[in-house]
C-alpha cells in the first residue's frame, strides 16, 4: 500500500509541476479551431513538455524513490566488515571508472539482486539486497557492484531518460495528429472537438505507447550487455560469468517495476514476443556473450 501511495503521489506531483511549466509557457491551446485546424508548434511543444518532463523528473527523483520502494538503507558509517568491504570496493572501482563515489545502500530482499540509480555519474546510488549477500561469495558480489559502477560510468540511466523523453513525445504528438484527422476529416466536426478526438487519441497513445516500449526495451537491453563488459573490466570475465550463473540459480523476483529495468536482474518470458518488452536480456545469452567477450 505505501508503494501504491507513493507511486500515485509522485505522479500528481509530475503533472502538477508539468501543468505548471506549461502555463510558464504560454501554451494555453494545443488545437487551433479556425481555419488552419491544428497548432503543430503549440502541440509540439505540449507533447516535449510531457514527454521529457515526466522522464527528467522521475530521473531527478530516482534516488528518493528508489530508497523508499526497495526500503535501502545507504552506508554513512560501516557497521560491520561486509559493510567496509562494500564502501572499499565500490569507491576502488567509481575512482577506476572515472566518476565520483556513489551512495551505497543495503535493501531487504530474499532476491539477489542489485541496481544503480541517479541523475549524473556523480551523483549516484548502489544497492544491493541481502539475498545477494547471502548466496555469493565475495568475488561474485565484487562483478556485480562492477557492473552497476558501469551503469552509472556508462551514464545509462541518463541515457534512458533521453529515449523515454524522445518516444514518449512522438507518441503524444502522433497520437493527437491522429485523434485530429479521424474527428475533423472522417467524422466531419468542425466545431472544437468530439469524442472522435478522444476516444481516438486514447487508443492511438497506447497502441503508440506499447511500440515505443518495445524501442527503449531494447536499448536497455543493450546496456546490460555493456554493463555486463565493464563489470568484467572492473572485477573480471570469470567472476562476472560466475555472478550471472548464480543469478540463474536464484530467486527469481525483479523489482518493483518502477525500477525493473536498473536491476542487474530481470523478468524471464518464455513467449518469444514477450521478450521484446523484457528491459534485461536473458541471463543465458549474457553468459554467452561474456564468454566471446575478450577484454582488451
Given at each position: 500500500m505505501?508503494r501504491?501511495?507513493l507511486?500515485?503521489?509522485?505522479?500528481?506531483?509530475?503533472?502538477?509541476?508539468?501543468?505548471?511549466?506549461?502555463?510558464l509557457?504560454?501554451?494555453?491551446?494545443?488545437?487551433d479551431?479556425?481555419?488552419?485546424g491544428?497548432?503543430?508548434?503549440?502541440l509540439?511543444?505540449?507533447?516535449?513538455?510531457?514527454?521529457?518532463g515526466g522522464?527528467?523528473i522521475?530521473?531527478a527523483i530516482?534516488?528518493?524513490?528508489?530508497?523508499?520502494l526497495?526500503?535501502?538503507?545507504v552506508?554513512?558509517?560501516?557497521?560491520n566488515?561486509?559493510e567496509?568491504w562494500?564502501?572499499?570496493?565500490v569507491?576502488?572501482?567509481?575512482?577506476?571508472?572515472g566518476?565520483?563515489?556513489?551512495?551505497?545502500a543495503?535493501?531487504?530482499?530474499a532476491?539477489?539482486?542489485?541496481?544503480?540509480t541517479?541523475?549524473?555519474?556523480n551523483?549516484?546510488?548502489?544497492?544491493?539486497?541481502?539475498?545477494?549477500l547471502?548466496?555469493m561469495?565475495?568475488d561474485?558480489v565484487e562483478?556485480?557492484l562492477?557492473?552497476?559502477v558501469s551503469?552509472?560510468a556508462?551514464?545509462?540511466?541518463?541515457?534512458l531518460?533521453?529515449?523515454?523523453?524522445?518516444?514518449?513525445?512522438?507518441?503524444i504528438?502522433?497520437?493527437r495528429?491522429?485523434?485530429h484527422f479521424?474527428?475533423r476529416?472522417?467524422?466531419k466536426n468542425e466545431?472544437?472537438?468530439?469524442?472522435?478526438?478522444?476516444?481516438t487519441?486514447?487508443v492511438?497513445?497506447?497502441?503508440f505507447?506499447?511500440?515505443?516500449?518495445?524501442?527503449v526495451m531494447?536499448?536497455?537491453r543493450?546496456?546490460e550487455f555493456r554493463?555486463d563488459?565493464?563489470?568484467a573490466?572492473?572485477?573480471?570475465n570469470?567472476?562476472m560469468?560466475?555472478?550471472?550463473?548464480?543469478?540463474?540459480?536464484?530467486?527469481?523476483?525483479p523489482?518493483?517495476?518502477?525500477?525493473?529495468s536498473?536491476g542487474?536482474?530481470?523478468?524471464?518470458?518464455?513467449?518469444?514476443?514477450k521478450?521484446?518488452?523484457?528491459s534485461?536480456p536473458p541471463?543465458d545469452e549474457?553468459?554467452?556473450?561474456l564468454?566471446r567477450?575478450?577484454?582488451s
Amino acid at each position: 500500500m505505501k508503494r501504491i501511495f507513493l507511486f500515485l503521489a509522485t505522479n500528481i506531483a509530475v503533472l502538477a509541476v508539468l501543468f505548471f511549466v506549461l502555463s510558464l509557457l504560454g501554451v494555453s491551446g494545443i488545437l487551433d479551431e479556425e481555419r488552419v485546424g491544428i497548432d503543430y508548434g503549440n502541440l509540439l511543444i505540449f507533447a516535449a513538455v510531457f514527454g521529457f518532463g515526466g522522464s527528467f523528473i522521475s530521473l531527478a527523483i530516482s534516488k528518493w524513490m528508489a530508497k523508499r520502494l526497495t526500503g535501502a538503507k545507504v552506508i554513512a558509517t560501516p557497521r560491520n566488515e561486509v559493510e567496509n568491504w562494500l564502501m572499499q570496493t565500490v569507491r576502488q572501482q567509481a575512482s577506476k571508472a572515472g566518476i565520483g563515489m556513489p551512495e551505497v545502500a543495503i535493501f531487504d530482499s530474499a532476491t539477489p539482486n542489485a541496481f544503480a540509480t541517479g541523475m549524473s555519474r556523480n551523483n549516484a546510488l548502489v544497492a544491493v539486497s541481502t539475498g545477494l549477500l547471502r548466496t555469493m561469495n565475495q568475488d561474485e558480489v565484487e562483478a556485480v557492484l562492477g557492473h552497476e559502477v558501469s551503469h552509472v560510468a556508462n551514464g545509462d540511466m541518463v541515457t534512458l531518460t533521453l529515449i523515454q523523453g524522445v518516444v514518449n513525445t512522438f507518441v503524444i504528438f502522433l497520437s493527437r495528429l491522429v485523434g485530429h484527422f479521424v474527428d475533423r476529416v472522417i467524422l466531419k466536426n468542425e466545431e472544437g472537438h468530439g469524442i472522435g478526438f478522444f476516444v481516438t487519441t486514447i487508443v492511438t497513445q497506447i497502441v503508440f505507447g506499447i511500440m515505443a516500449s518495445v524501442i527503449v526495451m531494447w536499448f536497455s537491453r543493450q546496456r546490460e550487455f555493456r554493463a555486463d563488459y565493464g563489470g568484467a573490466h572492473l572485477a573480471s570475465n570469470e567472476k562476472m560469468i560466475s555472478a550471472l550463473e548464480k543469478l540463474k540459480r536464484g530467486i527469481q523476483e525483479p523489482l518493483p517495476d518502477q525500477m525493473a529495468s536498473f536491476g542487474i536482474n530481470g523478468k524471464t518470458e518464455k513467449f518469444e514476443w514477450k521478450r521484446l518488452f523484457m528491459s534485461h536480456p536473458p541471463l543465458d545469452e549474457r553468459i554467452a556473450a561474456l564468454k566471446r567477450y575478450q577484454i582488451s
